[in-house]
């Protein structure tokens, strides 16, 4: 399973963390959602590879603890989103494609 790439149309919009929005549905701590809006990480797809985090020519990501969620206890979250420079990379280095990018979606 990939990140729905319409998320935006297919989930709504449940609150904001840390400057990100939060897409539901969320049941802490199992289900987590999806983070962000331009940058978009499926919470509950993320297994803590690091790779997006490595690869990023901008650090877009910060690692936030997630404990107890069955993938992972920590996910990289796309905190500066507004930095990102659409070379998607991240996209490409996801080894369960967790991560979506579109500049024109909004949230
Ligand atoms: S598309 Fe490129 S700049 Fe944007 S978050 Fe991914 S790796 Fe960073």
Redesign the pocket.
Known sequence: MAIDPQFHENREQVGEENGVSVWGPVDEPEELGIRGTH?AVDFDLCIADGA?LE????D?FEWVDTPGHPESEKKAE?THEAQ????????DVCPVDAID?DAGRTA
């Open positions: 940058v997006c690869d990023c020519p901008v877009v796309p990102c420079i659409d070379c998607m990379l991240c996209v990018v």
